[in-house]
Structure formats: structure tokens, C-alpha cells
T-cell receptor, first 117, second 112 residues
Framework: EPEVTQTPSHQVTQMGQEVILRCVPI?????FYWYRQILGQKVEFLVS????????KSEIFDDQFSVERPDGSNFTLKIRSTKLEDSAMYFC???????????????FGPGTRLTVT | QKEVEQNSGPLSVPEGAIASLNCTYS??????FFWYRQYSGKSPELIMF????GDKEDGRFTAQLNKASQYVSLLIRDSQPSDSATYLC????????????FGKGTTLSVSS
């Protein structure tokens, strides 16, 4: 069964450093998302991406964040200058195969645990 | 501010019983409703989705939606210890590419 994959599973970085989190969405899905979950808190939406453009973003997704689809399979989240409060699990998700009814379901990858020290 | 509310639990049921999980949402524009299961340290796993008022059954799971009351529930029949997890309710406007708004989740514990 197709699934979303993410690398790395765990990333440790120092405050102020740049990190890139990588995701391979489900093949043929058209929409891609990033969510984060701070330990013990709820899952929070960061950004959605379609047709090489951001379609929606949250207040969390400020200028230090960016997303990119550098090739036909990868989808990346870059955090330019990490802060302690960026420590969280970051989940990539994807949705919608063409011609498949409503198809609003979002399928999540296993996540990258980001630790900022 | 769009909110999704769930009782945090824990909800404890014996093996074989029915577990009932509830969720309310604030945005009347919500059109799509999802239940995810999340084991500790793992990612959310989609287990049910419902778009129309009424009941939707899939195996041991039944999702119920009442848009007038802004209420969605999940019933788990014949609960198993492996069902012990946190269940996340999520909603969105039903438009492609839009954010899921998650509740904090209800922790379910099924005892054998």
C-alpha cells in the first residue's frame, strides 16, 4: 500500500541553524501538507502546497519557514534559523488522487522529530 | 478561531465493549470530518472519514455526524487492547488542500 515517507526520522540541530525536512508524498497525490505536533499538544497545520504554490498557510508558518518541491517526488520544509520552540514532530501529509470522488482524506507520514538545542 | 473539542480522557473500557468517542467543532462551514488513531510516538493514522449527516460503518468502526449539532462521534465495537491509543478528531471545510483542524485527542484504554 502506498505511503508517505519522511527523512530523517530524528534531527538534532543547534539554535540558529537551518534544517531541511524531507518528504516523499504518495505517488499521484496532488496536495501536500506539513503539520507539527509539540510534545503533549495537538497536531497543528503549517502549510499546504499544490501545483508548485502554497495554497494555504497558518500563522505559525512565518518567514523562517519555506516549502519546495525540488523534483517530481520530494517535498521539503526548510526552517531557516531554528529556535528552541521549533522542537516538535513534523508530519508531512498528502491527499487526492485525480478522479476519485471527494478525496479530502489526508495521509500522514511517520514524522521527523526535530530537537533544537 | 476554529476549534475542535474532545474529552481528553482517559476513556477506559473492557475488552469486547463498545467505546464511544465524541467531538464537537465550532466552524459551521466544516464539511469533512476525520478520525485518526495515534499511538504514542507515532503519526496519525486515518481510520474513518465522513462527509454526510448520519452513520458510516467500516468494520468495527462507526462514525456518526450531526452537522446541525456540530457533533461527530466514533464508535468502536468489540474493543481490543490493540485499540488502546489516542483518537484525534479533525475537520476541514471540504475544499481541496485546506487545513485539517485537530482536537487534542481522547486517550482510549482497553483492558483485557
Amino acid at each position: 500500500e502506498p505511503e508517505v515517507t519522511q527523512t530523517p526520522s530524528h534531527q538534532v540541530t543547534q539554535m540558529g541553524q537551518e534544517v531541511i525536512l524531507r518528504c516523499v508524498p504518495i505517488s499521484n497525490h496532488l496536495y501536500f501538507y506539513w503539520y507539527r505536533q509539540i510534545l503533549g499538544q495537538k497536531v497543528e497545520f503549517l502549510v499546504s502546497f499544490y501545483n508548485n504554490e502554497i495554497s494555504e498557510k497558518s500563522e505559525i508558518f512565518d518567514d523562517q519557514f519555506s516549502v519546495e518541491r525540488p523534483d517530481g517526488s520530494n517535498f521539503t520544509l526548510k526552517i531557516r534559523s531554528t529556535k528552541l520552540e521549533d522542537s516538535a514532530m513534523y508530519f508531512c501529509a498528502s491527499s487526492i488522487q485525480p478522479g476519485q470522488g471527494y478525496n479530502y482524506e489526508q495521509y500522514f507520514g511517520p514524522g521527523t522529530r526535530l530537537t533544537v538545542t | 478561531q476554529k476549534e475542535v473539542e474532545q474529552n481528553s480522557g482517559p476513556l477506559s473500557v473492557p475488552e469486547g465493549a463498545i467505546a464511544s468517542l465524541n467531538c464537537t467543532y465550532s466552524d459551521r462551514g466544516s464539511q469533512s470530518f476525520f478520525w485518526y488513531r495515534q499511538y504514542s510516538g507515532k503519526s496519525p493514522e486515518l481510520i474513518m472519514f465522513i462527509y454526510s449527516n448520519g452513520d458510516k460503518e467500516d468494520g468495527r468502526f462507526t462514525a456518526q455526524l450531526n452537522k446541525a449539532s456540530q457533533y461527530v462521534s466514533l464508535l468502536i465495537r468489540d474493543s481490543q487492547p490493540s485499540d488502546s491509543a489516542t483518537y484525534l478528531c479533525a475537520v476541514n471545510t471540504g475544499q481541496a488542500g485546506t487545513a485539517l483542524i485537530f482536537g487534542k485527542g481522547t486517550t482510549l484504554s482497553v483492558s483485557s
